[in-house]
């Protein structure tokens, strides 16, 4: 069974630069990557900070974001969510 862990994603305003890049860029290239290289994998797990404001529209992003991965998820939240 493979397993993939993504933490402390940090979603927020569409195109703010945070901590240094663009967040929601770097998440669609770590889903494009689990897409392309690991299409194998049971599961995958985004743990803690899904969004770094926990506001509606970060969470529509990361929706969004999730619908284009090829394997199975579940969210674990953390303070930030």
């Known amino acids: ?4 862990q993504v933490t402390d994603v940090h979603l927020g305003r569409r195109r703010e ?15 494009d990557h689990i897409n392309q290289r690991h299409s194998d ?7 803690g900070d899904l ?3 926990g506001e509606a529209d970060s969470y529509a992003d990361l929706k969004a974001a999730l619908s ?7 969210l674990l ?3 930030h969510d």
Request: charged share 25%.
């Open 1 to 4: 069974m493979k397993i993939i």
């Open 17 to 31: 630069i945070r901590y240094g890049a663009n967040l929601n860029e770097r998440l669609d290239h770590c889903i």
């Open 41 to 47: 994998a049971s599961l995958c797990v985004f743990t």
């Open 51 to 53: 969004t770094d404001d």
């Open 68 to 74: 284009r991965l090829a394997v199975p998820y579940r």
């Open 77 to 79: 939240p953390g303070n």
